[in-house]
């Protein structure tokens, strides 16, 4: 069967609109942990004299490349500085982008009747969103250390979140 969006009442054009704003969280997530992995371990190789050269610097990174999130995040549970619930962090993160990804319209793209799965696959929609933020406010307050060598502000990390579910989320509160 095909996917029929005239079929689709306003509820649930409302709830593939968020899912929509949600992807786009989940993949900066995920790029932003590969990118930051990636710089994380070429630092470190340079620090302990293991990377001595350009050629060096563009081995690793492209044996790191192609690693999955999952793959990445451990490779961060292995390094320096990170603690366990940091990484808990994110490995929730993960789990929300793979919900997401994978499993949040499910519900629209293979049940007729959605609205009697509603107030579950919402809840867990919600549930994913907020771990997701989670994740990717660490993930990016990192990156923004690494390459502005400076802290982001307080006040932007304490909003951030506050203001991206909203913003993620607002389809469904119309």
């Known amino acids: 069967m095909w996917i029929d969006p005239e079929a689709l009442n306003e509820f649930e054009e409302s709830y593939v609109t968020a899912v929509g704003r949600a992807l786009l969280v989940a993949q900066h997530f995920e790029e932003s942990c590969k990118d930051f992995m990636k710089w994380w371990i070429i630092s470190g190789a340079l620090e302990e004299g293991v990377a001595k050269s350009v050629s060096d610097i563009c081995s690793i990174s492209e044996k790191l490349t192609g690693l999955m999130l999952g793959d990445s995040i451990k ?40 609205s009697r799965r509603r107030p579950d696959n919402l809840s867990r929609f919600k549930e994913a969103v907020c771990a997701l933020i989670e994740g990717d406010n660490l993930i990016s307050s990192w990156g923004y250390m690494f390459h502005e060598q400076e802290e982001s502000s307080a006040e932007h990390l304490a909003e951030y979140p506050g203001r991206l579910a909203k913003w993620i989320l607002a389809p469904l509160e119309a």
């Open 75 to 114: 490779r961060l549970s292995d390094g320096r500085d990170i603690t366990d619930a940091e990484i808990a962090v994110l490995i929730r993160a993960k789990d929300a982008r793979n919900y997401i990804a994978h499993e949040a319209v499910t519900a629209i793209a293979f049940i007729s009747r959605f």
